[in-house]
């Protein structure tokens, strides 16, 4: 089964800064997507960026981009000029290509980033 | 266009009691799920359905049943709860692709004393 690791439960950053939140995975598969997704205080589930495995660019939104590591199956998100409104929950999720695990979006437990002003 | 709509927001319920949770999307999305957060945890799946007229187990199904009714909507129905019920539960739409992003409900917070 996969699995997907965070292993900082809380981070803080102040505001303009830049940040890095960590996540590891582990699959047996050799195609795959990655998700980031932002969960603030208002409890909803919001998409932040999206890699899939088979690309080797590393993925970008803006302030938002990935350092993605396959070999090492590393997926580390990077928050530049952070702000205010950045502070929330953020998940890690894997979801396999195919097959009956292609439905299923894997989540870490998350790391709550806190942006000091 | 409201995206997933759940209701309730918010339920307490009392141990043996029995709900349902209502999900509906207006997407035209042919796949559903159903996920339960619990403090310190991420999502875990519960149910999914990948078309109308089918539905799947996910990862925690033991205690819930779904329906699928239509395509716009996917009920999670507890029979009779348990405190280790309690929590936030979120329901999602997508397409088919694996690449496709999962829109979220709001959540609804339950609470099972």
């Known amino acids: 089964a996969q699995t997907v690791t965070q292993s900082q439960p809380e981070m803080s950053v102040q505001e303009a800064e830049t940040v890095t939140l960590s996540c590891t995975y582990d699959?047996?598969?050799?195609?795959?997507?990655l998700f980031w997704y932002k969960q603030p205080p208002s409890r909803q589930m919001i998409l932040v960026i999206r890699q899939e495995a088979y690309k080797q660019q590393n993925a970008t939104e803006n302030r938002f981009s990935v350092n993605f590591q396959k070999a090492a199956k590393s997926f580390s998100l990077k928050i530049s000029d952070s702000q205010l409104g950045d502070a929330a929950m953020y998940f890690c999720a894997y979801r396999a290509h195919s097959g009956a695990g292609s439905y299923q979006l894997t989540f870490g437990k998350g790391t709550k980033l806190s942006v000091i002003p | 266009n409201a995206g997933v709509t759940q209701t309730p927001k918010f339920q307490v319920l009392k141990t043996g009691q029995s709900m349902t949770l209502q999900c509906a999307q207006d997407?035209?999305?042919?796949?559903m799920y159903w996920y339960r957060q619990d403090p310190g945890m991420g999502l875990r799946l519960i149910y999914y359905?990948?078309?109308?007229?089918?539905?799947d187990k996910g990862e925690v199904p033991n205690g819930y049943n779904v329906s699928r009714l239509n395509k716009r909507e996917f009920s999670l129905r507890l029979e009779s709860a348990a405190p280790s019920q309690t929590s936030v539960y979120f329901c999602?739409?997508?397409?088919?692709?694996?690449?496709?992003?999962?829109?979220f409900g709001p959540g609804t917070r339950l609470t099972v004393l």
């Open positions: 699959t047996s598969e050799s195609d795959y997507y």
């Open positions: 997407m035209n999305h042919n796949s």
């Open positions: 359905s990948a078309s109308e007229g089918t539905t």
């Open positions: 999602a739409s997508s397409r088919e692709s694996s690449y496709n992003e999962q829109f």
